[in-house]
């Protein structure tokens, strides 16, 4: 049945198959046509149909893999590339999006042969020789480049910012779509293999583990490799001067982290740097075996840059954290704490943030208990009691696209795992702060599903605690 229809199309569309694949060239600057749409193959959809976000990722097919070959040039912010994606049609596609913004598509192949492609927006559009069926794993490649710049502007500096002969990637809630096409949304998790191509004596770093570094021609290759399922969020790429450290944990996993020349040598980025597998540790004696391959940190010396952000197993830090003379180890036991709850366990939508940064919040009262003697309770109370409408009329469990990256999705988020772990108990508590990243390890989540979770290690109902902390538009009463 499905080879008869496909055979049908393959007619209606004048396909070429069984010839030799034409050779890629220029894509046509109008939309395409879609020769194979007609039947069950249908384009695949513009969004992955997140409710804040309608126009993050797209549908109608799964990532699996993707394969970045980038040459690129930090004096003028020049990027050649090459992008192969491996992927699965989850329906029967006629053609299908990946997200782009900005740059020049030069050509498109699907399975090797040329596809025809068009730009709307920051959508870029394909339309393979043939439909492809759902089930079907294909490659697309893309050859792209130009001058790649931020996104988002709206949500802070995200995207890929270049200045003064460095850049850096990266972004919250998306930026990858700012150097590489992607279906750029946390639902679709696949891996990374970075190939970059840079002058001789620039460093250029990504996620991962470092599988190779070689120099031709006055130019020198960094190829990275993230072996693990992650979101197109926490891609990143540093290019500039660095001081790059590199070496092995006492677990066998390479340590890489880089710091921004033109910051103190010695100073405290570099020691906040150098605690990064000591903060890991004492995560995963809470939280249960470290997730990645591979442990680090990037220290970025753009102002733009005012926050950090846990791009998988290399968090990338904005300058501000270490001005002080302080070692500023609560963002780096942040970000850590990320790798857990954000990297491996992702959101299934981005309402669901609390899951992220609820977590990560409370990974930092936890690392303060252990660090200086802080307890935890009190830092619950101390939040509680200092905490106003920002936060009481804020519901962090939906809220809201303006308020996604609020004071309330970050501490009420934390206050609500305290409350649970009062209910709970200690025991089952943090019986569940390693059951829940294990059982969804290199997944996605949803905080229903969290809620179901904590209700079985309850053995209860908690509706009314998650309904108070996470939905209510009030100030919920401390437990009894
Ligand atoms: N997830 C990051 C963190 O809390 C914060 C990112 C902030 N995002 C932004 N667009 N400013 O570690
Ligand atoms: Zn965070």
Redesign the pocket.
């Given at each position: 049945m499905r080879r008869a229809l496909l055979a049908v199309v393959l007619v209606v569309a004048g396909c070429t198959s069984g010839g030799p694949a034409p050779a890629p060239s220029p894509s046509t600057p109008s939309a395409p046509p879609s020769p194979a749409a007609s039947g069950r193959f249908q384009p695949g959809a513009a969004g992955a149909g997140d409710p804040y976000y309608p126009t993050y990722g797209n549908g109608g097919y799964d990532v699996a893999s993707y394969q970045l070959r980038l040459r690129y040039d930090p004096a003028g912010n020049r990027l050649t590339a090459t992008a192969t994606i491996v992927a699965t049609a989850t329906a029967d596609l006629s053609r299908f999006n990946l997200d782009l913004a900005g740059l020049t598509v030069q050509s498109v192949t699907v399975d090797g042969t040329r596809a025809a492609s068009a730009r709307d927006g920051n959508e870029l559009m394909i339309t393979p020789a043939r439909g492809l069926a759902k089930g079907t794993r294909f490659t697309v490649q893309v050859a792209y480049g130009g001058r790649p710049g931020p996104v988002n502007p709206r949500?802070?500096a995200?995207g890929f910012l270049h200045d003064d002969g460095e850049a850096v990637a990266l972004?919250?809630p998306e930026s990858a779509s700012s150097w590489f096409p992607v279906n750029d949304h946390p639902s679709d998790k696949a891996t990374y293999t970075v190939e970059v191509t840079v002058p001789e004596g620039v460093s250029a770093i990504s996620n991962g583990v470092l599988a190779g570094r070689s120099t031709a021609d006055g130019w020198t290759t960094w190829r990275w490799e993230e072996r693990a399922p992650m979101a197109s969020y926490l891609a990143t790429l540093a290019v500039g001067e660095y001081r790059v450290i590199t070496g092995e944990h006492n677990d066998g996993k390479p340590v890489v982290t880089a710091v921004d020349s033109s910051l103190p040598a010695g100073g405290p980025a570099d020691r906040a740097m150098a605690r990064t597998t000591e903060i890991a540790d004492f995560l995963a004696t809470q939280f249960g075996p470290y997730p990645f391959d591979a442990y680090g940190g990037i220290v970025v010396d753009d102002t733009r840059v005012n926050?950090?952000?846990?791009t998988q197993s290399r968090p990338v830090y904005g300058p501000s954290f270490f001005l002080g003379p302080g070692d500023a180890t609560w963002v780096v036991a942040?970000?850590l704490a990320?790798q857990w709850f954000g990297d491996s366990v992702s959101v299934q939508r981005w309402q669901d943030l609390w899951l992220?940064?609820g977590f990560?919040s409370y990974a930092e009262w936890l690392w303060a208990e252990h660090e200086s003697g802080y307890p935890v309770e009190q830092a619950f109370l101390d939040e509680y009691e200092r905490s106003g409408d920002e936060v009481w009329q804020v519901p962090p469990g939906d809220p809201g696209v303006e308020n996604l990256?609020s004071r309330s999705v970050y501490k009420r988020g934390a206050m609500t795992l305290h409350v649970l772990r009062k209910t709970l108990g200690d025991d089952a508590f943090f019986r569940m702060l390693k059951e829940w990243p294990a059982q969804k390890r290199n997944g996605n989540a949803t905080t229903a599903e969290f809620i179901a979770f904590a209700e079985q290690i309850a053995g209860t109902s908690l509706r009314s605690l998650f309904d108070a902390w996470l939905y209510q538009k009030s100030k919920p009463p401390l437990p009894q």
């Open positions: 949500l802070g995200g972004g919250q926050y950090a952000l846990e942040h970000e990320h992220n940064e990560a990256f």
